[in-house]
């Protein structure tokens, strides 16, 4: 039941890029969740996924292993899987291909990644929620100010990552709805003052409301939220 308390943006990726593992590459296997986290008794994409033994690898958070974010501290060829949720648009564009690169060096069986779409839909929505971050509370937004420097990939550089390979491309969510929920996260957060960290918690569980069934789609709309990259190998 703690995958809940993620509200709703990070549970859909995490459910989605969950399924999109079980139909790629089924259990058992071993998967290395590059900037996975590690928490109470287990790692997040761990709640949403059964059967399979999963080692998480960050540069910041907590997870079994540190690393400086370039090269993974990792043998060729010692995970049947590489993951990774949301990492790619916290990378710079022209950095991005090498340290995808080596996840194909990591990897057995499948590399399978996900991210929001860098449309200009959702450019504009990140770049107006880190200035509405930035008007409440005086500095930017963490994680938003890294996707505007670095920008989120589109589509054409999604593909470019995987020329020659056999690989599947997915999509799902809304980013006008994601605009809507950060956009009331932040102003819960100001109204709330000392108490920000508990109204948080709050807004999460309140964004649940937004959640629908899972439904992956082979081309992105509009307002898509995000993008799911799922490569065989061998």
């Given at each position: 039941m703690l995958k809940y308390l993620y509200g709703m943006d990070s549970f859909e990726r995490h459910r989605s890029l969950a399924e999109v593992i079980r139909t790629t590459a089924?259990?058992?296997?071993?998967?290395?969740?590059?900037g996975g986290e590690k928490s109470?008794?287990?790692?997040?994409l761990g709640r949403f996924l059964r059967g399979?033994?999963?080692?998480?690898?960050?540069?910041?958070?907590?997870?079994?292993?540190?690393?400086?974010?370039?090269?993974?501290?990792?043998p060729d060829h010692s995970f049947d899987i590489v993951a990774s949720l949301d990492t790619a648009e916290h990378v710079r564009r022209a950095e991005r291909a090498?340290?995808?690169?080596?996840?194909?060096?990591?990897?057995?069986?499948?590399?399978?990644?996900?991210?929001?779409?860098?449309?200009d839909v959702q450019s504009r929505i990140d770049r107006e929620l880190n200035e509405l971050h930035r008007t409440l509370f005086g500095h930017d937004h963490h994680y938003l100010s890294e996707h505007v420097a670095c920008t989120m990939p589109d589509l054409e550089e999604i593909?470019?990552?995987?020329?020659?390979?056999?690989?599947?491309l997915l999509f799902d969510g809304d980013a006008r709805v994601?605009?809507?929920?950060?956009?009331?996260?932040?102003?819960?957060?100001?109204?709330?003052?000392?108490?920000?960290?508990?109204?948080?918690y709050i807004h999460q569980l309140y964004t649940l409301k937004d959640l629908r069934p899972l439904h992956l789609q082979a081309e992105p709309g509009p307002h898509t939220r995000r993008w799911y990259l799922a490569v065989t190998l061998g």
């Amino acid at each position: 039941m703690l995958k809940y308390l993620y509200g709703m943006d990070s549970f859909e990726r995490h459910r989605s890029l969950a399924e999109v593992i079980r139909t790629t590459a089924p259990a058992p296997a071993t998967i290395l969740d590059v900037g996975g986290e590690k928490s109470i008794r287990c790692n997040h994409l761990g709640r949403f996924l059964r059967g399979y033994e999963i080692q998480t690898v960050n540069v910041a958070r907590s997870a079994d292993t540190q690393y400086e974010g370039a090269r993974l501290p990792f043998p060729d060829h010692s995970f049947d899987i590489v993951a990774s949720l949301d990492t790619a648009e916290h990378v710079r564009r022209a950095e991005r291909a090498a340290w995808i690169a080596d996840f194909f060096r990591v990897a057995r069986r499948a590399v399978i990644l996900c991210g929001p779409l860098g449309t200009d839909v959702q450019s504009r929505i990140d770049r107006e929620l880190n200035e509405l971050h930035r008007t409440l509370f005086g500095h930017d937004h963490h994680y938003l100010s890294e996707h505007v420097a670095c920008t989120m990939p589109d589509l054409e550089e999604i593909r470019s990552w995987v020329q020659g390979r056999s690989y599947r491309l997915l999509f799902d969510g809304d980013a006008r709805v994601y605009e809507r929920q950060q956009s009331v996260l932040f102003r819960w957060q100001k109204a709330a003052g000392p108490l920000k960290s508990p109204a948080k918690y709050i807004h999460q569980l309140y964004t649940l409301k937004d959640l629908r069934p899972l439904h992956l789609q082979a081309e992105p709309g509009p307002h898509t939220r995000r993008w799911y990259l799922a490569v065989t190998l061998g």
